[in-house]
């Protein structure tokens, strides 16, 4: 039990370090760059963490075969999985940047207008981007063959640290040099120094005598029979996960979509916090799977559902008690008074999303990732013809009811898990098989 807290405080740690770092440094950067150049270090940043998003698709299916295979005790097919995901995410990282370096110009021309200067800057800022998205990419191999050992502390503590780093150099920067260019630069070094000293970690840890980029038949085929779908799971949530702000912003303006975006982006850590916590939940089942009987399976997973319902609804009311009073304090009266509507629509929607994380690690960890990848395809297109519908009538409260949908469409997800989970049924018998789990057609 102290390992799987340790292992959740971590998750958190991971996810919230770095968006309490921005919010700190922001006022300093916006106060010594200007409000053009800190925008452009927004968009950079903006890119990069999409970029890695795309170009890391399959760390999840490294988790899932990596944690198998030690639980098996198959140490070679363990190192072969582990240098085939290398290789596929230096791939994934290479059309990542290349792809940067090749839209850095018109992108530039976009968000600069007619200021040569700033066009110059967000063109390198961009490029740079595309550069610490190919560290990302990699980095990933390292950080989640680290959870898949359930090592959270030691992929987490290299990775924020860095993060952080960048942070800090990016506020003495802006003091010095009041370059976006220099700053991302500096990003850059420092990531790239993170990833060579999580290469290190995770060459002691694997034993290996080198970590270059392989694709072994077997652990390839393995890899993207789990890891297409993932990928296109972390693809479709980076589009479904904007697609609410850039629709309404282009449908009624910058000014009807603020209070909407501070709302969501209230509303996100109930979802954020959740997953991060329970990250730890998917190598866990996905090791005991092939050891532990159905019983104990289902029992953890029970646990870990009803840790799951509580902090959520916790958070949630929580954050309907103060809300108001922090959309006052951000935005003023009139974004507080436009928001009172939509925040406990987006905090609702937000902790529907949240309920159904133990579903969709046990799903991730049994092997059923096509089945979650259609689900979400499913609440997604769900959710954007609800916002077409809409988004007409009600405007950005359309937009906050389409969402809610998208969340309740998830919680499906129980079903399926059920159905695997119950005593004496052939599915069942699956789990503890000691061969990897094939998806359903």
């Not at 003023?332 to 937000?350: D, F, H, N, Q, T």
Request: hydrophobic share 55%; with cysteine.
């Amino acid at each position: 039990m102290k390992a799987h807290l340790s292992n959740a405080a971590y998750g958190v740690l991971d996810y919230a370090a770095y968006p309490i770092g921005m919010l700190l440094v922001a006022p300093i950067m916006l106060r010594n760059l200007g409000v053009a150049q800190y925008g452009v270090w927004a968009i950079a940043t903006a890119a990069v963490n999409a970029g890695s998003i795309i170009a890391s698709g399959f760390g999840d299916a490294n988790i899932q075969h990596v944690a198998t295979s030690r639980s098996s005790g198959d140490s070679t097919a363990l190192r072969r999985a582990v240098r085939s995901t290398m290789g596929i995410h230096l791939v994934l990282g290479s059309v990542m940047a290349i792809l940067s370096w090749v839209v850095a110009p018109y992108l530039a021309h976009h968000v600069a207008a007619s200021s040569a200067d700033l066009d110059f800057t967000c063109l390198w800022c961009i490029r740079i981007a595309g550069v610490i998205t190919f560290a990302r990419a990699v980095e990933t191999v390292c950080i989640s063959t680290q959870r898949a050992f359930e090592r959270y502390g030691a992929a987490v503590r290299i990775s924020v640290i860095g993060r952080l780093l960048s942070l800090a150099a990016a506020a003495v920067l802006t003091f010095i040099s009041h370059s976006v260019i220099s700053i991302l630069a500096a990003t850059a070094v420092i990531t790239v120094l993170a990833l060579y000293f999580q290469l290190g970690r995770l060459k002691q840890l694997l034993h290996a005598e080198t970590l270059l980029p392989a694709f072994d038949p077997e652990a390839t085929r393995a890899l993207f029979r789990f890891g297409i779908f993932s990928w296109l799971m972390a693809v479709s949530g980076v589009i479904f996960s904007q697609a609410d702000k850039l629709i309404g912003g282009a449908t009624l303006g910058a000014v009807a979509v603020a209070s909407y975006a501070l709302c969501a982006q209230m509303a996100q850590p109930i979802y954020g916090l959740t997953a991060s916590g329970l990250h730890f939940l998917f190598p866990y089942l996905s090791g005991r799977r092939v050891t532990a009987s159905q019983t104990a399976l289902r029992r953890s997973v029970i646990m870990a559902l009803a840790a799951n319902i509580a902090f959520v609804l916790l958070s949630t009311f929580g954050l309907l008690l103060v809300g108001n009073r922090i959309l006052f304090a951000w935005g003023g009266e009139a974004i507080a008074r436009s928001g009172s509507s939509l925040l406990p629509v987006l905090a609702w929607s937000s902790a529907l999303l949240a309920l159904n994380v133990t579903g969709s690690y046990a799903m991730l960890a049994l092997g059923r990732v096509l089945t979650i990848t259609w689900l979400n395809l499913f609440a997604g297109a769900t959710m954007m013809v609800l916002i077409y519908e809409l988004l007409p009538r009600l405007g950005m409260s359309g937009i906050a009811d389409a969402r809610v949908a998208y969340g309740l469409i998830t919680l499906l997800i129980y079903i399926p898990m059920a159905f695997l989970l119950r005593p004496n049924t052939k599915e069942a018998a699956k789990i503890t098989a000691r061969v990897p789990l094939r998806e359903e057609a």
